[in-house]
T-cell receptor, first 114, second 115 residues
Framework: KAGVTQTPRYLIKTRGQQVTLSCSPI?????VSWYQQTPGQGLQFLFE???????NKGNFPGRFSGRQFSNSRSEMNVSTLELGDSALYLC?????????????FGPGTRLTVL | AQSVTQLGSHVSVSEGALVLLRCNYS??????LFWYVQYPNQGLQLLLK??????LVKGINGFEAEFKKSETSFHLTKPSAHMSDAAEYFC?????????????FGRGTSLIVHP
């Protein structure tokens, strides 16, 4: 069974631009969660989608948004990029809601904001 | 808000020695507890999960963790370290907060294994 895939793997943007990251979960998984990983803050939860509905949201500004499609694929969008948005963005999928389930992580998208 | 503390950002052991990675959490509600491992340039992989069935949880690659409610701890151990165990380890906790189950991760502990 194929694992979680994320595209692109690397991205370089400039301040003020917007970016869209994509995540394809494991087949059959209905939950997709997004995390931001930085050396200073560690892994921080962004949001979780389940059956196309946002079920949980972390403490991030409204510039960070996401959506999930009927095939469970998910996208994350960051608008008006700031230098501090430079991070590894991880996507994770699970059969049920992430809180009590094993999550399967993708390799991440490394975003650099110049 | 719940929090997870991993004591020691780096732990160094010799090959064959005991591995002990510490994790303490703050939660008044019985939690879900996880340990994940991250190898360079890869995503996280589940090592083990506490499901309340037993306080001693066995995971993959010879790792195990013991849930101690009185100490709010979930330390990860392995009797004998291998070079291949060198990686970043994350403890994660989920407990209900206002009806939401949001995983909270510790900052991670980098395990260094010396030959």
């Amino acid at each position: 069974k194929a694992g979680v895939t994320q595209t692109p793997r690397y991205l370089i943007k400039t301040r003020g631009q917007q970016v869209t990251l994509s995540c394809s979960p494991i087949s059959g998984h209905r939950s997709v969660s997004w995390y931001q990983q930085t050396p200073g803050q560690g892994l921080q939860f962004l949001f979780e989608y389940f059956s196309e509905t946002q079920r949980n949201k972390g403490n991030f500004p409204g510039r960070f948004s996401g959506r999930q499609f009927s095939n469970s694929r998910s996208e994350m969008n960051v608008s008006t990029l700031e230098l501090g948005d430079s991070a590894l963005y991880l996507c994770a999928s699970s059969l049920a809601l992430a809180g009590g389930s094993e999550q399967f992580f993708g390799p991440g998208t490394r975003l650099t904001v110049l | 808000a719940q929090s997870v503390t991993q004591l020691g950002s780096h732990v160094s052991v010799s090959e064959g020695a005991l591995v002990l990675l510490r994790c303490n959490y703050s939660s008044s509600v019985p939690p879900y507890l996880f340990w994940y491992v991250q190898y360079p340039n890869q995503g996280l992989q589940l090592l083990l999960k506490y499901t309340s069935a037993a306080t001693l949880v066995k995971g993959i690659n010879g790792f195990e963790a013991e849930f101690k409610k009185s100490e709010t701890s979930f330390h990860l151990t392995k009797p004998s370290a291998h070079m291949s165990d060198a990686a970043e380890y994350f403890c994660a906790v989920t407990s209900a907060s206002g009806g939401s189950y949001i995983p909270t991760f510790g900052r991670g502990t980098s395990l260094i294994v010396h030959p």
